[in-house]
Structure formats: structure tokens, C-alpha cells
């Protein structure tokens, strides 16, 4: 027999740990099929109490909506004033800004609207309940708010609406005036400019004394070349006028940049924090902890001793007849009993009063302690949501400064890059200029010089022109118009929360599957022979036991067929393996009750008797709760207890009615404690006596973890075979079993996986018809 070194318990469980913390996806299954039949009811249950709870707390909303488009209208000059491309993306900020939400939060007659009554969380629902969208183009916006009060959330749409409306009106105002501001410094440059032409002009005009400007000398010469040079010069012109308007725009930029900087970020709408449900409860005082504390009192306890020690003199001496002999004593010990009770009577009162003011006092702290623990806990978690509320509005005001930034270095390099062109159409200018100036005589000069007032008096009416453009169509009305203004709603958003019903009924219905399946991956049933396979400390599965079935189940039913089928199956897989096939003794044992041990034993004797044409002796061997003779129909006495306590003989015990291929010796009546009677030289004794009567011995036992005398059963035959039950045994069970088998020198040999059905175990093995052969008594009918 193998002798195996002793695991400990925590090993064990250790182990059992590092295998059960990987999720098997078969739970989910597993926990469906064992539970379904309180986890539905229960969940039909919660689901329409939550389903309930949903309906009774909701409280209908109402949103009003606002569409507000761009405005493209213009007085005389299209494209003067820029017009908003996608007008819900960029001014979504603006309507977040507290610059807009400041004004309404402040109107006393908005503050009695159900979102904004309470002072603590009106900015925060009046965030969370305004929504900015895109309504059927990127030149239209739909702003919708929503209130349980149709005509507030009216009111507040309109009242945000038209903050906004004042808010655009000024930042449009600001835009013109600084492109005024821009245009200024340009004209009067250019004023100068074409002074100083002038007086060139009239400088080589006087020079020349009667020169006709209109017929210069070699002007038809010199035609082309001033045409090339004039577009040279259009071209710069048109080159510093995108720059002018470049510049512009990019100080609004830097101007916005340096608002958002010194400004408060405006924080977009954030999820209001909901505090969790915490019980707190204070302990009721009722009689038992007054009787506790009673009961615990010094001079309670003093007092029901003394009476006890009187009350037991007094009885002492009645019992003996010596109270008539010693009247005085007893008279004396019935006084001081009377009077000890009385005291005791004062006591218990005393104490009951005293219990009511500290019972009352350690209730009412222990009440304040889970009130402060509760204010506490609330306090971290509403800490952490405004941290990670922080650290969102950070994200965005970078992700606003970032578009900021990137929209500055587009325009800075589109001025950079038309500066550049001007760069390049001026060299050339230049270069053409200076061929032109060589070759040019008197006559000449003073047309470039016109040309030049030319060119310089048209730049300077389009500046005056476009600053008279921006004049004339800051006029106008804003940059966005209302199309309608909000009105009460008549209908809510929805007349029954679907959503929240279905979601809420769904996670009550959840819960009882969920804590079913928390249980199992607590338990950790073995659910497949695989997993008893790829488990450490757990001998090989040697054979896989279909369910047994029923007694109503025909001779050729499939059921039948195919749990005999897997007894055979065991029974070779055992007798012609290597490490077991001369075995003559094996003990089939499992870790509790219930786990088809016997039907294992029982079965597994009758295929060996039958494929071996010798006699097989069963033994019985749970004298606890035995049940081999109920199966085979047998009286239950002298048995295995007669020949232990050897009122018997052994001979004399084993019951041979079944024929010449299986005998059986019952557990017997349990006379005395088995732990001594299956002492390890009984047992010894026992199998030795037994195989020299029978080629086999088969032993069905009790329990190993609630009956160690299976411990010496194991120790004294061959083979020992664990056997665990599908969805029933635990593999923490298995592996100590096991453990518990090796270290008492038992040779595991190996783990039968019993319960499996029969679909299963077909599917698995296949199934093959055959001619079935009549059974011995005991076997599945």
C-alpha cells in the first residue's frame, strides 16, 4: 500500500483557493440549473417590487424647446460680419458659461421652479436639464430644458435663451469694434501714402514745364511692362487686406484665450451626486436585554446564591426527616431563604431601572456612532465624485485651451503664409521696378508716380470702403435669431418610465441568480470530471457513473442501459489498469452522505461478479446509517457488528440468498462505539479472512469526513476509490478526502464521477445498443 506524507488542512485549503479564484463561464449554467426553481419566483418577486418602487417615485418632466438659427441676412455687403458655421457645436460653451446661467439662477421668480428651489443644487439641475442640440442643420440649434412644472421649464428655456441673446449681442458688438479699431491705424497710413504720391505727382509735372501726362514718350514701348507692374501691385493690396482681417480674428483669439485664464472654467453639466442608501438603526430595548443585564448584576448573582444555599439546607433537611431534629436551625434557614428573596426581589428591581438608563445610553451611542460612521462615509464618497468631477472639467477646459491654441496657429500661419507671398510678389516688383526705372525717361517717371497715386488711392477706398461695410451691417440684427420661442408642453417626455422600469426590473430579477451564483463559486461543486482531472491533490477519475435510474425505468429503457454500460465501464477501467489490476480488496468511500457511494459499491460488485464468474463479497461497512441490506432486501443482523464483537461468526454473518455470484455481509445493529470497534488489526483481520473465502471483497463505508473509522477500512485493502457526486460534492471535500486517505497509508488509486446523466454520458461515450441480461437484486430495474 502507498504511504503518502501528511498535507495540513490550510495547505489544502490554500490550494483550493489559487484553483477557485479563475471564473469557470460553466457556473453560470451550473447555477441556472440548481437554483432556477427559488431564483425565477424570487425574481418575478423583486423585479415587480422595484418595477413598483419605480412607478410610485416617478415623477413626470416636461421639456420645453427653443429653436434659435443663424442669422444671413445682410443690409448691402454679404460676408462683412462672420456668420456661425455649426451653430450648436460653437455655442454650446457660451450657453454653459455662468455669464448666462448667472442671470437666471438670480431671477426670484425662476427660484420657485421644483429644479431650482433648493440652493444647494440649482446650478447643477439647471446644468443637467439644459441640453443644446443640432436641429435638422448646423444653421439651426434646439435648446431644450426640462422640469416636473410645464410652465417653468418654459420660463427657464426662454429666460436662458435670452441670456444668451444678450450675452451674443455684446460678443458680436466687441467683434465689430475691434475690426473697426484694426482698420483705423491702416486708412490713415495710407492717407499719408497717397499724399505723399500726390506731391511727386505735382514734383515731376513742374519739373518737365508743358509735358502732356497723356501722350508720354515711349509709352506704347513701355505699355505691357506697367500693366505686369500694376498687377504686382493689386495683388500685394488684396494680400493686406486678407491680413488685416487674419489679424483681427486672431486677436478676438487671443482676447478669448486671456478671458478663459483669468475666468473660473465653466463647468459643463456633470452628474449629480446621489448620496447611497444607508440604514442606520437604533436598538430597541426589549425584556431579554433588561433580563441579560439583570441576570449579569453583582448583587442579582449575589442574592440568588445566597438563596439557592439556604433554599438547598432547607431541602436537604427535609429530604433527610432531620428538620425535626433540628427545628431551630431549620426555622433559621427558612427565615434567612425568605429574607435572601426578598433582597433578591429589591435587586432585580433595582437592576431593571438601572438596565433601562444604560441600555438606553449604550443604544443611544451606539445609534450616534453609526450616525457619524454613515455622515462620513457619505462625506469620502461625495469627495471622491467632486474629484473626478474636477478632473473632467480640467480635461475639458484643456481640451477647449488646446482648440484654442490650435485655431491661433491656423491663423498665424495663414498670415505668415500670405506675408510670404507678399514677400515674394514685392521682390519681383522690385526687380521689375528697377529694369523699368532704367529705361524709363522724365515722361515716364511721372506716369509711374501717377500709377503709383493710383494704386495707393484704391487700396485706400477699400479699407474706407470695408470700415463703411462693417459700419452699415452692425445694424443688423445678431448673429442668431429665435425662430420659436418655448411654450408649456403639453405632453411629459414620457407618461411611464419604460427604461427605468425595464432596467430596475431586470437588476431586481438578476439578484437571486446572482447571489446563487456567488454561492456556487463559494461552494465550488465539481460540476465535471474535467475539473477533478486538472486538479492537484485529487487522485485521476477511473470511471464516470451514470445517473441510476428510476425503478419505473423499463429493462431496455435508455437510462438503464446506459448507467449499466458505465458500471461495466468502471469496472474494466479499474481491473485492467496497471496500478489496480491485481487488487482483490477496494473500499469505495466519500467525503459526506449523498454522494452515491453506495450505488457505486453495490453496482460495482454485481458487474464484477458477473464479468468474473466468481464470488464477490460485499461488505457493508457504514454502521452508522446502512443501507445495503435495504437494497438487496436482507435482514440487517448479526452482520459486520455480530463478527466484530464476535457474537459471530463470519460465516455466520454473511448472507448468501443472492446466489452464488454476490454474497453480502450487512453493517449489522451498531452495539457500541465504531471507532473501536473497526480498530486497524480488526480490519486487518477482517479483509485477510475474507479473501481467503472470496476472490473479491468489495467494502461500502461511511463517510471519511464525519466517520474516521473509514480511515482504517481504507488502510487495510487493496485499492480505495473516492467517489463525488455531480453539482453535489465540494472540492474543497474531495481534496482533504483525499489527503486525509493518503496520510492514513490508504492507496487512492482513484475518483468515480457519479450523477452524470445519461444524455451526457452518451454524448460524451457514445451509446450502444446490446441485449440485456437479468440483474441480481439490488440493481436498477
Known amino acids: 500500500m502507498n504511504q503518502s506524507v501528511i498535507v495540513s488542512d490550510p495547505v489544502i485549503r490554500q490550494h483550493h483557493a489559487g484553483e477557485s479564484k479563475s471564473f469557470d463561464p460553466w457556473l453560470l449554467w451550473v447555477t441556472l440549473r440548481r437554483c432556477w426553481y427559488w431564483a425565477v ?31 444671413e441676412d445682410y443690409i448691402l455687403y454679404r460676408n462683412v460680419l462672420k456668420t456661425v458655421d455649426d451653430l450648436a457645436r460653437t455655442e454650446k460653451t457660451i450657453f454653459y458659461n455662468e455669464i448666462v446661467l448667472r442671470p437666471v439662477l438670480s431671477d426670484p421668480a425662476l427660484r420657485a421652479a421644483p429644479s431650482l428651489r433648493d440652493p444647494d443644487s440649482a446650478e447643477r439641475n439647471l446644468r443637467n436639464n439644459l441640453s443644446i442640440a443640432a436641429a435638422g442643420s448646423s444653421a439651426r440649434m434646439m435648446v431644450s430644458y426640462q422640469d416636473s412644472d410645464r410652465e417653468y421649464a418654459a420660463k427657464i428655456c426662454n429666460a436662458v ?26 486708412i490713415d497710413f495710407w492717407k499719408n501714402k497717397v499724399e505723399e504720391n500726390k506731391a511727386r505727382v505735382r514734383e515731376l509735372t513742374k519739373t518737365m514745364k508743358g509735358y502732356d501726362p497723356s501722350s508720354p514718350l515711349g509709352f506704347t514701348r513701355n505699355e505691357s511692362r506697367i500693366a505686369l507692374l500694376n498687377s504686382y501691385e493689386s495683388q500685394i493690396n488684396d494680400l493686406r487686406v486678407d491680413i488685416f482681417e487674419l489679424e483681427g480674428k486672431l486677436k478676438l483669439e487671443e482676447m478669448e484665450k486671456e478671458k478663459a485664464a483669468t475666468q473660473k472654467p465653466t463647468p459643463a453639466p456633470i452628474a449629480a451626486f446621489v448620496p447611497p442608501a444607508i ?52 426555622a433559621d434557614a427558612k427565615k434567612k431563604r425568605d429574607e435572601w428573596k426578598e433582597t433578591l426581589a429589591e435587586a432585580k428591581s433595582a437592576a431593571e431601572t438601572k438596565a433601562v438608563t444604560e441600555l438606553e445610553a449604550i443604544a443611544e451611542a451606539d445609534y450616534q456612532h453609526q450616525l457619524k460612521q454613515r455622515e462620513e462615509k457619505i462625506a469620502s464618497l461625495r469627495a471622491a465624485h467632486e474629484e473626478t468631477q474636477r478632473i473632467e472639467r480640467q480635461n475639458r477646459a484643456l481640451e477647449e485651451a488646446q482648440q ?45 508716380a501717377q500709377d503709383d497715386l493710383r494704386r495707393a488711392t484704391e487700396l485706400l477706398v477699400k479699407l474706407e ?99 449499466q454500460e458505465s ?160 453539482d453535489v460534492t465540494r472540492m474543497d471535500s474531495v481534496i482533504r478526502t483525499t489527503h486525509r486517505l493518503e496520510s492514513a497509508g490508504a492507496n487512492v488509486a482513484g475518483t468515480i464521477f457519479s450523477g452524470v ?20 437484486p439490488g440493481a436498477p430495474n
Open 161 to 186: 435663451v435670452d441670456a444668451y441673446m444678450n450675452q451674443r449681442s455684446v460678443l458680436d458688438q466687441k467683434r465689430v469694434a475691434i475690426l473697426e479699431e484694426l482698420l483705423d491705424p491702416e
Open 757 to 776: 446523466t445519461p444524455r451526457q454520458y452518451a454524448y460524451r461515450y457514445g451509446d450502444y445498443n446490446y441485449s440485456n441480461f437479468s440483474s441480481l
Open 41 to 71: 419566483p424570487v425574481g418575478l418577486v423583486l423585479a415587480c417590487l422595484a418595477a413598483f418602487a419605480v412607478l410610485a417615485t416617478f415623477e413626470p418632466r416636461y421639456q420645453a424647446q427653443h429653436l434659435i438659427e443663424a442669422n
Open 567 to 726: 458500471v461495466d465501464t468502471m469496472r474494466a477501467n479499474i481491473f485492467l489498469s496497471k496500478e489496480t489490476k491485481n487488487s482483490r480488496s477496494i473500499a469505495i468511500v466519500s467525503s459526506m452522505s449523498g454522494e452515491g457511494k453506495s450505488t457505486a459499491a453495490s453496482q460495482l460488485a454485481i458487474s464484477l461478479a458477473k464479468s468474473s464468474g466468481k464470488t464477490v463479497l460485499l461488505i457493508d461497512a457504514d454502521m452508522r446509517c446502512p443501507d445495503q441490506h435495504d437494497h438487496f432486501g436482507l435482514s440487517l443482523e448479526p452482520g459486520l457488528s455480530g463478527v466484530l464483537t464476535q457474537q459471530s461468526t463470519l460465516d455466520e454473518a454473511i448472507q448468501t440468498e443472492l446466489g452464488d455470484l454476490i454474497h453480502i455481509l450487512p453493517a449489522g445493529r451498531l452495539k457500541a462505539s465504531p471507532h473501536r470497534l473497526m480498530s486497524p488489526e480488526s480490519m486487518k483481520t477482517l479483509v485477510h479472512d475474507a479473501l481467503e473465502r472470496y476472490e473479491y471483497v468489495i467494502f461500502d463505508t461511511a463517510p471519511v469526513l464525519s466517520a474516521g473509522e473509514t480511515l482504517a477500512v481504507a488502510a487495510s485493502v487493496d485499492t480505495t476509490l473516492v467517489c463525488a457526486m455531480r
Open 404 to 448: 484654442r491654441t490650435e485655431t491661433a496657429r491656423a491663423l498665424l500661419r495663414m498670415i505668415a503664409e500670405k506675408k510670404d507671398k507678399i514677400d515674394i510678389i514685392q521682390s519681383q516688383l522690385d526687380k521689375e521696378s528697377a529694369k523699368f526705372t532704367t529705361l524709363l525717361d522724365d515722361s515716364a517717371k511721372l506716369q509711374f
Open 465 to 563: 470702403d470695408r470700415k463703411a461695410a462693417i459700419r452699415t451691417e452692425r445694424r443688423q440684427a445678431n448673429a442668431v435669431r429665435t425662430v420659436s420661442v418655448a411654450t408649456p408642453p403639453k405632453d411629459p417626455v414620457e407618461d411611464i418610465p419604460y427604461k427605468k422600469l425595464l432596467g430596475a426590473s431586470g437588476v431586481a430579477f438578476v439578484i437571486p441568480l446572482l447571489l446563487g451564483l456567488l454561492w456556487e463559486m463559494r461552494t465550488n461543486r465539481v460540476t465535471d470530471s474535467t475539473t477533478l482531472d486538472t486538479s492537484r491533490g485529487i487522485a485521476p477519475v477511473i470511471g464516470e457513473l451514470a445517473r441510476s435510474p428510476s425503478t419505473t425505468a423499463g429493462r431496455g429503457s435508455k437510462g438503464r442501459r446506459v448507467f
Open 279 to 330: 440604514e442606520v438603526t437604533r436598538k430597541i430595548i426589549g425584556p431579554a436585554d433588561i433580563a441579560g443585564f439583570v441576570s449579569a448584576d453583582a448583587e442579582v448573582i449575589n442574592a440568588q446564591q445566597q438563596v439557592q444555599r439556604f433554599e438547598s439546607q432547607v431541602v436537604k433537611m427535609e429530604d433527610l426527616g432531620t428538620w425535626r431534629l433540628y427545628q431551630s436551625e431549620y
